[in-house]
Each structure stands twice: as structure tokens, then as C-alpha cells.
């Protein structure tokens, strides 16, 4: 089944407290991203990539980093978690390395993190 | 300041009844997506319009993208309980941007 998985769904932490949270996708997409969804807020592009080796920063990427050295996966890093960092968060996958719509972005589940 | 607004924020109707929601911009479109999240789970497409002017169905789902393609509607007719869900925009400019989105609840 085509797919784009996140671990984990849910997370509790403390301030300053480094923590992962893996993206997978079996689809062979070239392109990847993560999104935080507050309230009123919509959904807000962290990072993305658009293919191995080539990130860049969305439009809220402070406090966060990415890494990705195989396509199919695409970890979002909290180094140092605050708890303005509690949120929603999503990653996605498309086809095509570009910019502009280049067919359907395929969503996770979402991780639910919560910064005390 | 969102870049997308869409309209309302919130809509409660009855099984049967029909509803619009809308996503508007001060820039123009390249293309636009419609996408529903239903609680616990990421968005899904819904459609993508490309043309101003653009009509699109799908079931009782009605899309439209205005002709200056600055702004599209999104139209339910006869709304079902399954069609509950927050209803956002994208538009694509490099990448997507998104509204905030319409959370709509049908109640049987």
C-alpha cells in the first residue's frame, strides 16, 4: 500500500530534550516535506527536499533541522524542543524534484508533540 | 497574515443541506488544491484546478476557480455526516501554501 508513515504518532517530552521523528514514504517521491498545523494557523512548511542530499528551509524552520540521505526518508530534528514547539505535525511526499504543483503531495498520519 | 484566507472558519449544518466555503487571495494562482482532513489523519486531495474559470465535480462536490484565479469555492450539495472534515486550500508557488481552513460538521 502506498503510504507516507510517521513515528511516533504521539509524544510528550521536556524543554531541551533532543528528539527525532522519523518520515518514511514508499512511493519513490522525490519530494518531501514537513508541516506544523496550529489552531487558526493552517498547515506551515518547516523544511523540505527535494530530492537526497538537497533540503531548504520552508517558512518556520527555527528551531528545527532535517536530513536526507535516502529518498525514502526525510527525520525531522528537534534539538533543543520548547514548548512553542507543541504541535501538529505532518510530513508529505510527491512525485517530481521541482517547484509549482507537480501531482498529488500524500500525507502522514500526523504527530501529535507536546513541549512541557 | 495569511496569504490564503478561507471563509467561514466554522459551518454546522443538518444532513441534506447544501453549503459553500471559499478560499480567497490578494495574488493570483498557478493552481490551486483542495484538500479534507478528518480527525487523526493527514489531508488528502481532493482536486487540483489549474484554469481560471475551471469547474470541477466530484460526486456532490463542486469546485470552482474564479476567472482572475484569484479565488475559488468549494460547494457540497445535499451534505452527508461522512463529509465532516476541515476543508483547506493550497495554492501551489513553488510550494504549497495553505489556508486555515473550514471545519464543517454535518449532523444526521
Known amino acids: 500500500e502506498a503510504q507516507v508513515t510517521q513515528n511516533p504518532r504521539y509524544l510528550i517530552t521536556v524543554t531541551g530534550k533532543k528528539l527525532t521523528v522519523t518520515c518514511s514514504q514508499n512511493m519513490n517521491h522525490e519530494y518531501m516535506s514537513w508541516y506544523r498545523q496550529d489552531p487558526g494557523l493552517g498547515l506551515r512548511q518547516i523544511y523540505y527536499s527535494m530530492n537526497v542530499e538537497v533540503t531548504d528551509k520552508g517558512d518556520v524552520p527555527e528551531g528545527y533541522k532535517v536530513s536526507r540521505k535516502e529518498k525514502r526518508n526525510f527525520p525531522l530534528i528537534l534539538e533543543s524542543p520548547s514548548p512553542n514547539q507543541t504541535s501538529l505535525y505532518f510530513c508529505?511526499?510527491?512525485?517530481?524534484?521541482?517547484?509549482?504543483?507537480?501531482?498529488?503531495?500524500?500525507f502522514g498520519p500526523g504527530t501529535r508533540l507536546t513541549v512541557l | 497574515t495569511q496569504l490564503l484566507e478561507q471563509s467561514p472558519q466554522f459551518l454546522s449544518i443538518q444532513e441534506g443541506e447544501n453549503l459553500t466555503v471559499y478560499c480567497n487571495s490578494s495574488?493570483?494562482?498557478?493552481?490551486l488544491q483542495w484538500y479534507r482532513q478528518e480527525p487523526g489523519e493527514g489531508p488528502v486531495l481532493l482536486v487540483t484546478?489549474?484554469?481560471?474559470?475551471e469547474v470541477k465535480k466530484l460526486k456532490r462536490l463542486t469546485f470552482q476557480f474564479g476567472d482572475a484565479r484569484k479565488d475559488s469555492s468549494l460547494h457540497i450539495t445535499a451534505a452527508q455526516p461522512g463529509d465532516t472534515g476541515l476543508y483547506l486550500c493550497?495554492?501551489?508557488?513553488?510550494?504549497?501554501?495553505f489556508g486555515a481552513g473550514t471545519q464543517v460538521v454535518v449532523t444526521p
Open positions: 484546478v489549474v484554469t481560471g474559470g
Open positions: 493550497a495554492r501551489s508557488w513553488g510550494k504549497l501554501q
Open positions: 495574488s493570483v494562482f498557478s493552481s
Open positions: 508529505a511526499s510527491r512525485p517530481g524534484g521541482g517547484g509549482g504543483h507537480r501531482g498529488e503531495q500524500f
